[in-house]
C-alpha cells in the first residue's frame, strides 16, 4: 500500500507538502504512510486519492490542445471557462464549467456526449453550457475566459 501511494502521488505531480494541504492530512503522516511506518484506513486512502485529483483548472492547462480539438470534432468552438476553475477557486471537489459555442446541427446529445468525453480526456466533471442563449449581459457570458 505504501509504495501505490507514493506513486499516486506522484503520478498526479505533487509533493507530500502539495498533498497535505489538499487533503488536510498532515505532511509527516503522508510521510510515515508512504514508508509504511503507518497504515492508513480506508476512509484516509479514499481521502488522499480524492485529493491527488487534478484542479479542474490544472486539466484545461495539461490537456487544452487536446480538449480544443475535441470540441471541434462535436461541433463545438469558442471554448471559455467559468464558474471556480475560471476565477482560480477550484478545489478537487470542484467541477469544470465550460462555455461553448455550437454549430447549427449539435443538438443536445451531441453535447452530452461531447461532456462525456471532456470528462474522460480530462479526469475532472465537466458541465456544458451553450452561449446561444444567454442574453449578452449573463454573468456566465461576462465571468468566462479563454480555455
Known sequence: MS???RESRERAGLS???LALRSGVAQPNIAAYESG?????AEMVGRLRSAM???PHEAVE???DELKALA????LSNLRVFGSAGQGTDTTQSDLDILVTRS???????IAEFAFAAERLLGVPVDVV????????HPILRSAVAA
Open 3 to 5: 509504495e501505490t501511494l
Open 16 to 18: 507530500q507538502a502539495q
Open 37 to 41: 511506518r503507518r497504515n492508513p484506513s
Open 53 to 55: 485529483r487534478p484542479l
Open 62 to 64: 495539461r490537456h487544452r
Open 72 to 75: 471541434a470534432r462535436y461541433g
Open 104 to 110: 447549427p446541427h449539435v443538438g443536445l446529445l451531441t
Open 130 to 137: 451553450t452561449d446561444g442563449g444567454l442574453p449578452a449581459d
